[in-house]
């Protein structure tokens, strides 16, 4: 349970919490298609092959493990080395992966999210803290956000223990003292309860809590939170 008095600050996760991902990264990749179509047309054919593009990823991926919270850098890595192998310029990647990045952020919140974090934004400092590459300032989120803790910037992803500090540490406050909120059952809640944190789990999917460790509090939806820690 949590110990609402306690709570100073909440750190929130972004990519299924407060809106879809993936209708976001697929929207992204059509319109990163029609780019390649217009400016590298046979990088366009060889990622329209079935299987290549996911092919190519898992190479890339492989070839760059030290790099696994880095997903801007994989995505980009991923697109020039389709341009490699089509045969067309490599440095066209830059530009390819600002049109994926730009449509990558045209995310679209949850029924209800918007009006659940002005109230929490109303008496808590809200910090973003994300393993994906969301710019929680570029979306209509943005304006509830004090900070933005992302493992891109920060070198490590969620569960680690480091990611939670140092958003704490960003807050000025111990790690007991901040709620962290995310759908992951494990690199969320986990990870918070792991690193100290207080935390409830924001079960967006509908998943099953998979861990011996006991359930914590659980919602669907970040809106049922606010009655609660607002009483
Ligand atoms: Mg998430």
């Not at 079935?50 to 790099?67: E, L, S, Y």
């Amino acid at each position: 349970m949590l110990n609402l008095s306690k709570i100073q600050a909440i750190t929130l996760d972004l990519d299924d919490t407060l809106w879809p991902v993936w209708p976001t990264i697929a929207r992204a990749e059509v319109v990163l298609q029609d780019w390649l179509a217009l400016h590298a047309p046979q990088t366009a054919l060889l990622c329209a092959q079935p299987g290549v593009k996911q092919a190519i990823r898992a190479a890339i991926n492989q070839r760059h493990a030290d790099k696994a919270h880095d997903l801007t850098f994989l995505r980009r890595e991923a697109i020039r080395e389709s341009l490699l192998r089509a045969g067309e310029a490599p440095h066209l990647a830059d530009a390819a992966f600002e049109v994926f990045f730009a449509e990558r952020q045209n995310v679209q919140l949850y029924d209800g999210v918007q009006p659940a974090l002005a109230r929490l934004a109303a008496r808590y400092p809200l910090v973003g803290l994300s393993n994906g590459n969301a710019d929680v300032f570029r979306t209509e989120a943005g304006p509830y956000f004090q900070a933005a803790v992302s493992a891109r910037v920060f070198g490590v992803a969620k569960p680690d223990a480091r990611i939670f500090h140092a958003a704490a540490a960003q807050l000025n406050l111990p790690p007991e003292a901040v709620l962290h909120l995310g759908d992951d059952a494990t690199t969320d809640v986990l990870g918070a309860l792991l690193a100290g944190m207080q935390t409830a789990w924001v079960n967006t999917q509908g998943h099953d809590w998979p861990h011996d460790l006991a359930q914590p509090l659980t919602v669907s939806h970040l809106a049922e939170l606010c009655d609660y820690l607002l009483a």
